[in-house]
């Protein structure tokens, strides 16, 4: 009887085992498979992770894609209508590259990035001489390619294109914005001068302000226009050249390196004490040199961003979850990346939906994304201009003004997006020498 009953015992126990081990191995074969099956979007990030300008623009762009994409991952995190992990569910997978190097390295390193990377779609370019290069390659090679802060208008303007993209409105909304500002604080203003970058972002800011400056004060005079080369670094020579013209407003479109240092060197000069300077792209350094800005300096964040962003709850939520992982609050090229993934996001989802919940290909995300108007920190964006490839925003400036040791921002001016942006089908140029109507 023992002899049977442990025969017995021992059969069952090997049965058992068999049984149990199979189904490990056939449950653990099926979540392997299901996470597979989970194949992920991978997007090519392109931002300054070296240079003088990865500080204050490449760093906090590449920070606000990584806060974003880690909390989109994890499903539920950020507040509606991005509620839904991921892209409709597939996992983001994010690869960065450094924007340092050039145009002709930004281009042979897309190539890689689509070639031989294999990502889905490429997010990137800070530099505007990189964004008119990239556009006629990323439509050779057919990839969904968005530009998530260059400002050239020449982009859309002097082209048209399938694959390309624009989630952040172009430059001439800067500088019509920061002419209506300095108007409206002063209109009696008779002397302008200039110090912007000698390449396409610095060239069409200058000319849009000049432009816009003679359209609203007609007898205005421009003292100088200084075009220092891209990083140039020094600006001695240029800054003696301002104080001595006279000017009663300097505008700067610069940005990155060259702004911190033109800041640190005109200070001490006094070009702030004698003129007002409006710095376009001021906002990227109201923190980094927050004691050295003096008062009366206008600042812009290109568009409702940073600072100038509106209370929603997107912004709330990305503020805060940016703050509690870098112990910073973000500055506007990281709410700019963060505008060009949801940009993504949103149309990939409502291209899914018109697909019966399949996930779309490039074509239908690209329709979908076409004119389309989604909802971000910085408040609605709107893809209304390029044929719906290109961004329209507000935009917002504030003047410097320090309370107890800390820099704040009064006399904020909030602009609305058609005040400050061309009608679809007119270029910037002609749009400001209309006396800026809004029909051809």
Do not use: C
């Not at 392997?32 to 991978?42: L, R």
């Not at 007609?218 to 226009?225: C, I, L, T």
């Not at 995300?365 to 964006?381: F, H, M, Q, R, W």
């Not at 400036?397 to 009064?410: A, D, P, S």
């Amino acid at each position: 009887m023992k002899k049977k009953q442990k025969y017995f015992i021992e059969k069952f126990t090997t049965i058992f085992l068999v049984t149990f081990l199979s189904i490990v191995f056939v449950t653990g074969w099926t979540l392997s498979a299901a996470a597979a099956d989970e194949k992920p979007i991978k997007i090519g990030v392109v931002t300054f992770l070296s240079g003088g300008a990865a500080g204050p623009f490449g760093v906090p762009a590449r920070n606000g894609a990584e806060v974003l994409t880690e909390a989109l991952n994890a499903g539920g995190k950020v507040p509606a209508p991005y509620a839904t992990k991921g892209f409709g569910g597939a996992p983001i997978e994010l690869v960065f590259l450094d924007e340092a190097g050039g145009v002709t390295k930004q281009v042979t390193e897309f190539r890689n990035l689509v070639q031989r990377q294999n990502v889905d779609l490429v997010i990137g370019y800070i530099s505007s001489g990189d964004a008119i290069a990239i556009p006629p390659v990323a439509e050779e090679l057919k990839k969904l390619t968005v530009i998530f802060d260059a400002g050239t208008p020449r982009i859309f303007e002097d082209g048209s294109y399938k694959y390309v993209f624009r989630t952040g409105a172009h430059a001439t909304m800067d500088n019509v914005g920061a002419a209506l500002y300095v108007t409206e604080n002063s209109p009696k203003i008779k002397k302008i001068a200039g110090i912007n970058q000698n390449y396409a972002w610095g060239q069409d800011s200058w000319n849009d302000f000049e432009g816009a400056m003679k359209a609203f004060n007609p007898g205005v005079e421009v003292a100088v226009s200084q075009m220092p080369k891209l990083f140039a670094g020094q600006y001695g020579a240029e800054i003696s050249s301002l104080l001595s013209s006279k000017a009663e407003v300097v505008h700067s479109s610069f940005w990155g390196g060259d702004l911190e240092a033109f800041v640190l060197q005109a200070g001490p000069r006094g070009l702030f004490n004698k003129s007002t300077v409006v710095l376009t792209a001021g906002e990227t350094a109201m923190f980094r040199l927050a004691s050295q800005i003096p008062d009366g300096t206008v600042i812009g964040g290109r568009g409702p961003h940073g600072v100038f962003a509106p209370d929603n709850e997107l912004n709330r939520w990305f503020r805060n979850a940016y703050n509690e992982r870098y112990a910073l609050f973000p500055t506007y090229p990281a709410y700019k990346m963060v505008q060009a993934i949801l940009g993504v996001k949103a149309a990939y989802e409502k291209a899914q939906a018109a697909n019966g919940d399949k996930a779309p290909d490039q074509d239908q995300v690209i329709a979908a994304l076409e004119n389309l108007t989604y909802d971000t920190p910085s408040g609605k964006v709107e893809m209304s201009l390029g044929k719906g490839h290109q961004a329209v925003q507000g935009t917002a400036y504030g003047t410097v003004k320090h309370v107890k040791g800390q820099l704040t921002l009064t006399k904020i001016k909030h602009y609305p997006a058609d005040k400050v942006n061309p009608p679809e089908g007119v270029k910037s140029e002609e749009w400001i020498k209309s006396g800026f109507k809004k029909t051809k």
